[in-house]
T-cell receptor, first 113, second 113 residues
Framework: GENVEQHPSTLSVQEGDSAVIKCTYS??????FPWYKQELGKRPQLIID?????GEKKDQRIAVTLNKTAKHFSLHITETQPEDSAVYFC????????????FGGGTRLMVKP | KAGVTQTPRYLIKTRGQQVTLSCSPI?????VSWYQQTPGQGLQFLFE???????NKGNFPGRFSGRQFSNSRSEMNVSTLELGDSALYLC????????????FGPGTRLTVT
């Protein structure tokens, strides 16, 4: 089955700096890659996603890049703010597997003011 | 639109008992997926229902089961509870049936003693 690895497991940055979280996947049939943000005690929240026919997608301070050949995708957060502190999860879903998501292990991002 | 809701939010059960958790998807969403979240194993896919049919099932024992009703509401059941079943159980709903945006509910925190 699909395997998604996520790095780093923890990331500490200064407010205003950029943060990058990387994920690799194993199944070349995967074609949908969402990112979720989970604050302490809250539900995972979809923040951005990308499909395999697109190389990059941006939404304000957040961007995701996808390299299908290398089977990896990354989340980029610019101008980080304390409210960006949370656990971020990447996930992958493949064609003909419905909405089944395989998640990475998560990255705890801490933004220091 | 109202978001995904789950009941109950918290539950304490004893080993050997059984439990039923409920999930109401966003209005109009026909796909409901269930995930187990634990500190050790992260987010793991349990199963997905679409139009009352189970489409995918994760690598969990047969003690874990579910169903979906004609109004898209879903329930999951865990029989013969074990201490290791203690976890946050999340459901997510999606408008479409294939690799599409999923929105999570707040989860049910199950503690097995």
């Amino acid at each position: 089955g699909e395997n998604v690895e996520q790095h780093p497991s923890t990331l500490s940055v200064q407010e205003g700096d950029s943060a990058v979280i990387k994920c690799t996947y194993s199944d070349s049939a995967s074609n949908y890659f969402p990112w979720y943000k989970q604050e302490l005690g809250k539900r995972p929240q979809l923040i951005i996603d990308i499909r395999s026919n697109v190389g990059e997608k941006k939404d304000q301070r957040i961007a995701v890049t996808l390299n299908k050949t290398a089977k990896h995708f990354s989340l980029h957060i610019t101008e980080t703010q304390p409210e960006d502190s949370a656990v971020y999860f990447c996930a992958a879903s493949k064609a003909n597997a419905g909405n089944m998501l395989t998640f990475g292990g998560g990255t705890r991002l801490m933004v220091k003011p | 639109k109202a978001g995904v809701t789950q009941t109950p939010r918290y539950l304490i059960k004893t080993r050997g008992q059984q439990v039923t958790l409920s999930c109401s998807p966003i209005s109009g969403h026909r796909s409901v997926s269930w995930y187990q979240q634990t500190p050790g194993q992260g987010l793991q896919f349990l199963f997905e229902y679409f139009s009352e049919t189970q489409r995918n099932k994760g690598n969990f024992p047969g003690r874990f089961s579910g169903r979906q009703f004609s109004n898209s509401r879903s329930e999951m059941n865990v029989s013969t509870l074990e201490l290791g079943d203690s976890a946050l159980y999340l459901c997510a709903s999606s408008l479409q049936g294939q690799a599409y945006e999923q929105y999570f509910g707040p989860g049910t925190r199950l503690t097995v003693t």
